[in-house]
């Protein structure tokens, strides 16, 4: 009991194991689980926990993620890459709105029209080509300006040489930070001005996205916490990460399960 207060609290009170009736070993498996790419059906099965606990568990540790992220904001500098890539919108674990306009489909399965449409959910990145990772979600298509202001403001140094594809709403960044704003296509020598790293944080976001099975579309940023950090982690920084997350300590992060499933969603 707290003297000042006169609360109780056990050794898990304010950590990601609160409220939880498996062990720290159990949570750091499947922390490692979720790092790895693995399905919640595929952690239910392995620890012997319905669906739902696996769910709740993953979403306490996506969120745990995010907190990371805001209490340790990443500032991109030197060479950095921006670009968007495209997911298929998913309502995985509910009906269809009729909003949405189209019909269920299986997981897997593409988008009804070829190319950019409104079935497809937009992840904004920025990357550092030695350094970290910013990638968001806000709305479908392409981003406009405004929204990459939301993104991106506080996450760019001035002295920042960012290369982009040549999308007009990347100019805003200019004002944003006032860093150098570069389109890769207008470059007549390549040299340094490509896009490989963004496209690889791409690759690797899909194809983790796929081994997900994909993503209700109203959780993607928590995902996105995943993919920012993941991506830049080698496996020896990855049983790190998980094990300073696992550790029953004040740096864990406790969310209720009614954070979990209204706290920082995408609604669009």
Known sequence: MCHDCKQTYMHTTNSLMANSHYTQSIWIDFIQDTLYGKTLDDSAEKYGFSHQTAFNMRHKVLMALQDL???NPVLLSGI???DETFV???YKGGPVPESAGRKARKHGAKAAKRGISKEYISICTGIQRDGGVVAASVNRAKPSGKELDEIFRGHIAESALVLTD???S???LETLAGCTVVDINREESRGIFNLNTVNSLHSFIKETYNQYRGVAA???NRYNALFSIAFRCA???KDTLFLSLGTV?????WHSIKDVRNRQLLLI
């Open 218 to 220: 109203k959780y993607i």
């Open 80 to 82: 950095a890459e921006f």
């Open 88 to 90: 298929p919108d998913c």
């Open 69 to 71: 992220l805001e209490k």
């Open 170 to 172: 990347y100019r805003v």
């Open 249 to 253: 300590s004040r740096e864990c992060y």
């Open 166 to 168: 040549g999308l007009r």
């Open 235 to 237: 496996n020896d920084l």
